[in-house]
């Protein structure tokens, strides 16, 4: 009977090491964070020699946060502008290193997660619109669109007709009155519905590669609505105290990707349709050698 018992506690014990020997890395439900999620996982192998589970294609950022709260995933890719202003619930600002120490602070004080160092790059909303448009009524400018909104149809992802940096303050600040209420529809579907005219404006994503394989143009935002969405890795703090060679190794991550660079890996995937993992490898090979 000692010995079953022994048996059992000694099961239970290397069950429980496993686990937490384990890095379980989550994404979003878009390109940009499945690639980023996956260059992630690949250098915590390399680097840190630990097993990586993937949760790629998860969900939007609700989701993809309450599963890091609820330690169902350790880490995720998550941009800063989205974490003050969709999860902490803060009104847009525009100071990059505002955003960055409050969004720092709240999620540790809060949810126990520590923001690692940025990729680089920023991934802001981009207002879009056919390059046709914008030459054949001089469009350059978010404000710009006012004058055309009620012939217009908008198109937009759920999750920005929900945010707080969203429709709703973007229409406020712009003055922006369509023909009709946007159509909801899922960000992956809102480029080719633009693209094939079955709306007139969608909010994409700057750094999707799509923009320029689909000849769309994105205005500029002249007033300074969206705040900056710099990337980063959002992780347990838990799990970063039991492998801080896990920190050590994203660390090397750090500034590596522009937005330019971005942009091209984004294309590799959606455009080339490239396998992500070997986009991944790739650049982690050239990079981060």
């Not at 999707?208 to 769309?216: E, F, N, T, V, Y």
Request: aromatic share 8%; glycine share 6%; hydrophobic share 45%.
């Amino acid at each position: 009977m000692l010995a079953l018992l022994a048996a059992v506690l000694a099961l239970s014990a290397a069950s429980s090491c496993a686990r937490h020997d384990r890095i379980v890395v989550g994404a979003k439900n878009f390109t940009e964070s499945d690639l980023l999620a996956e260059l992630v996982a690949q250098q915590i192998e390399r680097r840190a020699h630990l097993p990586v589970e993937r949760r790629l294609h998860l969900g939007g950022t609700f989701v993809c946060h309450q599963a890091i709260v609820a330690g169902q995933i350790d880490l995720y890719p998550e941009y800063t502008g989205t974490a003050f202003t969709a999860v902490l619930k803060h009104p847009p600002v525009s100071d990059r290193d505002s955003v960055a120490r409050v969004v720092a602070r709240d999620y540790a004080a809060r949810f126990g997660l520590r923001w690692l160092a940025p990729f680089g790059f920023n991934n802001t909303f981009a207002i879009l619109i056919r390059r046709t448009e914008a030459r054949q009524y001089g469009l350059t400018r978010i404000s710009d669109v006012a004058r055309v909104a009620p012939r217009w149809k908008a198109g937009f992802g759920y999750e920005f007709l929900e945010r707080a940096d969203g429709f709703a303050g973007l229409s406020q600040v712009y003055r922006l009155a369509f023909r009709a209420p946007p159509t909801a529809m899922d960000l992956g579907l809102t480029y080719r519905a633009l693209a094939d005219g079955k709306v007139d404006m969608i909010a994409g994503n700057s750094t999707d590669g799509q923009i320029a394989a689909l000849d769309l143009v994105a205005l500029e935002d002249d007033r300074h609505y969206f705040p900056p969405y710099e990337a980063a890795v959002v992780a347990r703090e838990v799990v970063l105290r039991r492998h801080p060679e896990v920190a050590a190794a994203l660390g090397e991550l750090t500034g590596k990707i522009s937005d330019d660079e971005m942009r091209r890996l984004n294309a590799l995937a959606d455009v080339q349709h490239q396998d992500i993992r070997a986009i991944a490898h790739d650049w982690l090979e050239a990079h981060v050698p």
